[in-house]
T-cell receptor
Framework: GAVVSQHPSWVICKSGTSVKIECRSL??????MFWYRQFPKQSLMLMAT?????????EQGVEKDKFLINHASLTLSTLTVTSAHPEDSSFYIC?????????????FGPGTRLTVL | SQKIEQNSEALNIQEGKTATLTCNYT??????LQWYRQDPGRGPVFLLL?????KEKRKERLKVTFDTTLKQSLFHITASQPADSATYLC?????????FGSGTQLTVLP
């Protein structure tokens, strides 16, 4: 159980276009999902916390108008990178919390590799 | 500010030996400490969680210790196998906002 999927697994786009990444919890409901970014050989950096039915909470330094997050249901959160530029190229990973087991670990999706040309 | 350090960027050990990875933290008193495994190009996979009132937690060949006085956690893999080769991340709670270390890349040599 506690499976999180992401789509797409990789995407290449031209500079200036927008890209949407989906994160789904497949076998549990997630009131909270998290979006991370990871550059090569670096750790995961939390970008924002996505709360079902309300606005996302962004970490300091993350532009909310650049990285649009929508958490419309208990199993789906989306991250849209608007007007992407080469510096946005990175590995984007989502995670979700499953509190039903009494623990608070996060279950991660497989990640989305974004390359902006 | 909070700081998490994981010993050595890379660790090589011989198959069958015990791998020991270290996670040190400062300016923080986490309620939980977690360990994840990450393979190249993949998202992290949860391994173990240990609470601040627990000294040790085991799961099969894995063992985690948590010393809140030293502000340190040790992660052990006994009888290591080449399949254990991966990057291991420690992460500190609270659960609503995990902070990750930069990871230790473990290579188990056959």
């Amino acid at each position: 159980g506690a499976v999180v999927s992401q789509h797409p697994s990789w995407v290449i786009c031209k500079s200036g276009t927008s890209v949407k990444i989906e994160c789904r919890s497949l076998d549990f409901q997630a009131t909270t999902m998290f979006w991370y970014r990871q550059f090569p050989k670096q750790s995961l950096m939390l970008m924002a916390t996505s709360n079902e039915g309300s606005k996302a909470t962004y970490e300091q330094g993350v532009e909310k108008d650049k990285f649009l997050i929508n958490h419309a249901s208990l199993t789906l959160s989306t991250l849209t990178v608007t007007s992407a530029h080469p510096e946005d190229s990175s590995f984007y990973i989502c995670s979700a919390r499953d509190l039903t087991g009494g623990y608070n670990e996060q279950f991660f999706g497989p990640g989305t590799r974004l390359t902006v040309l | 500010s909070q700081k998490i350090e994981q010993n050595s960027e890379a660790l090589n050990i011989q198959e069958g030996k015990t791998a020991t990875l270290t996670c040190n933290y400062t300016n923080y008193s986490p309620a939980y400490l977690q360990w994840y495994r990450q393979d190249p190009g993949r998202g992290p996979v949860f391994l173990l969680l240990i609470r601040e009132n627990e000294k040790e937690k085991r799961k099969e060949r894995l063992k985690v210790t948590f010393d809140t006085t030293l502000k340190q956690s040790l992660f052990h893999i006994t009888a290591s196998q080449p399949a254990d080769s991966a990057t291991y991340l420690c992460a500190l709670g609270p659960a609503r906002q995990l902070t990750f270390g930069s990871g230790t890349q473990l290579t188990v040599l056959p």
